[in-house]
């Protein structure tokens, strides 16, 4: 079965960082885009960042400059470096893989900024 894996999450102070990982395994092949959302308590899930096959970037308005989302192909894995953290940063990280003619979710990492 699909499994996607999300780790690297913790509590981290203000200003400092975070790399966060996607791991995929399982019959999946094709990756055609792997993109991270977060949702914080009380608010809705947000798209965050996308990486295509092709390797083109696309961040939100929120984290773009602060966030780096890459790739590593050979491994069906992906990344998102966070810098700079915030409060208003803490959320719960999913990530979501589209594959083939399918798409599957990570179960999520918690990400907490505070001091």
């Known amino acids: 079965q699909v499994q996607i894996k999300e780790s690297g999450g913790g509590l981290v102070q203000p200003g400092g960082s975070l790399r966060l990982s996607c791991t995929c395994s399982g019959r999946i092949s094709n990756i055609l885009a792997m993109r991270w959302y977060r949702q914080a308590p009380g608010k809705e899930r947000e798209f965050v960042a996308i990486i295509s096959a092709r390797g083109t970037t696309s961040y939100s308005d929120n984290v773009k400059g602060r966030f780096t989302i890459s790739r590593d192909s050979a491994n069906n894995a992906g990344y998102l470096q966070m810098n700079l953290l915030q409060p208003e940063d803490t959320a719960v990280y999913y990530c979501?893989?589209?594959?083939?003619?399918?798409?599957?979710w990570g179960q999520g990492t918690q990400v907490t900024v505070s001091s």
């Open positions: 979501h893989v589209l594959w083939g003619s399918a798409e599957s």
